[in-house]
C-alpha cells in the first residue's frame, strides 16, 4: 500500500516565505527523504486539512514541482512521486560526477586555509553525525560538502547545474536507503576528498571524488536493477 502526503506531520507554517513555497519545500522534504516513495499519491484535500490552508498555493505548489519532474500527473487521478529507471540513474550520476569534478578543477586554485577548515569542519559534522546515528543531519550535512565544493568554484553556472540534479539525486539515493552501509562509513567515505584537496592536487582530488561518487552510483544502480522503481498507484490500492 503507498503511502499518502496526509500522513506527514504538519509544520507550524511561517510568515517569510508564501504558503505556496512553503508547502514545495515540504513536500521536497518528503521526496527526498524517503518519506514519499515513488508511486506515493499527493492527496491536495488531506494536505489543505493538515496544514489549515486553502488547496489554491498546495495546486501552486504541486505544479511547480511536475514541471521540474518531481511529480508526475495522472488524469483525474491526481499527482504521484515520480519513479525512476536505471536509465535515469545513469543520467543523474555521469551529470553530477562531471559537474562536481569540474568544480573541484575551477576550485582548489582559489581556496585558502580557511576554504579547506570549512570543508573539514563539514565532514567533522558527517562524522559527529554518524557517531550519534542522526541520519538527518549526516544528510544535511552530506548535502551540504557537495554544494560547498560547487560554490568555491565561484562559477554560478556550476552551482546551478548541481542545483538542478541535487534533488534528484537524494530522491534516488533515499529510494533505495543504504542499509549496507553505515552511517559511519557513509561519513567516513568523503574524507580523501577533503584530504585532496587539501593537498592542492587536482587530479588525485578528482580522483577521490569520482571514486566515491561512482560508489555511490553502482550501489544505487543495483537495486534499482534488482527491484525496478515502483509503480504508480492510488493511495490505498492493492
Known sequence: MSQSVEQVPAPRLIETLSLSDQVRNLLLEGLT???LRAGDRINEAELARTLGISRNPIREAISGLAQRGFLVASPRRGHFMRAFTPQDVNDVFSFRICV????IRQALPLMDAADHDDLRRIVDRMIAAAEQEDLTELRQADIALHRRICELSQNRQTLRAHEGIDTE??????YVDLDHETPMEAA?????IVEAM????????VAALEHHLQATWARVLDIYD??????????GAH
Open 33 to 35: 527523504s524517503g518519506r
Open 100 to 103: 562536481e569534478a569540474f568544480a
Open 169 to 174: 539525486v537524494q530522491m534516488l539515493v533515499a
Open 188 to 192: 567516513l567515505a568523503h574524507v580523501p
Open 198 to 205: 587539501a593537498s592542492g592536487d587536482v587530479a588525485s582530488s
Open 226 to 235: 534488482k527491484t525496478g522503481p515502483a509503480p504508480v498507484r492510488l493511495a
